[in-house]
């Protein structure tokens, strides 16, 4: 049952060439640049392209999965509905047709005239990914498709995404910004533990090839069940003096709370799904998130990349609760299973509460004993 893992990275392959594909074709790339509210002679489209983009890298996603794996479908989970106005104004469900030819005409009739753009996403939807990962081919992840489901996120940092800024000086190696937090993010976990067991993070923005000027991605893949812990990575070093990244949107609070534990320097970058890589790649040695503002799908991928190293993602509230309680043992991690009670629409799967990314122990407890003495947390 190797193949699971090769076809999470795979359609994680697919998914990020769609990625780049809408940024580099004119016709393509005007859709997803026009302004919302412009003046335009498709203007309802328009609107809508930015999500199409997301709702159909969803698809995909689920489609070739579920082609290949059965037993994953119904448990194939993405942060996006498929539900579109057609240019008639009726409902259409967005997905992978059974040909080319059916895919253009579906995108057709929500796309409208754009016959160009449709015909480029649907070759793209029905082009076959060849990995030459001799790595990855040989991990074993020892469990079967019919005990996960997957959450995914098929372009986090949409803002970022669209923006498209290639000129955002990094600090200490953390972008502050711009295309390169763009990721997409594919996480598969235990339906009955909830906990995240495969994770894989594709970075289509990594770099721009030297000589072809054409975008180059990356991608991080890693199991993490039972005692089985492989990752395509090797656990990073601690800092001496601990890192730790936020979203600019975090608060006073939190940030001086956690200003001297860093030497009086914290980071801010965008995106959830790039905050936790920088953790996994040792760029920071926490992210914190003091809020209920990312989703199932944020965090299960690099959740399980994490855990494959050594840290985890613990649900902050619960943490800090567990901490003045003074319970023992390890503080609660999130979980992908649960939806939050009382809740609806996307709420369902928001992390409530907020998170903490880590990845040696010393510093998830330097972070819980700062944030312990924050009023309100
Ligand atoms: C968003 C995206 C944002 C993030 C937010 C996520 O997902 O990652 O950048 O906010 O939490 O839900 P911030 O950048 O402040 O961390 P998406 O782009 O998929 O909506
Ligand atoms: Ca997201
Ligand atoms: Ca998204």
Known sequence: MGGLLQALVGVSEKAAELARLCRREEPLFQLLVAEKTGPDRNRRFLQDFKTLADVLIQEVIKHDLGKEFPELQGHIHGEESNEFRDVQGGTVAVRVCATREDTVALLLSVLGPEQAAAELLADAVHRDVVLGDVTLAGAEPGVSPRDLAVWIDPIDSTNEYIGGREDVPPVDGIAPAGLCSALVLVGAFDRLSGRPVLGVINEPFFRRD???????????W???HG????????????????????????????RGALGPLCGGRLHFAAGAGYKMLCVILGLADAYVLSEGTTFAWDACAPHAILRALGGGVVALEGALRARREGRAGDPPELVYNRPAEGAGG????ANRGGLVAYLHPQHLEAVLGALATVPGL
């Open 210 to 220: 030297p000589e072809t000027r054409r975008w180059q991605g990356r991608y991080h």
């Open 346 to 349: 996307a709420e369902r799967w």
């Open 227 to 254: 005692d089985t812990r492989l990752c395509s990575l090797s656990p990073p070093d601690p800092h001496p003096v601990p890192r730790v990244v936020l979203s600019r949107a975090e608060g006073a609070a939190v």
């Open 222 to 224: 890693d199991v993490a």
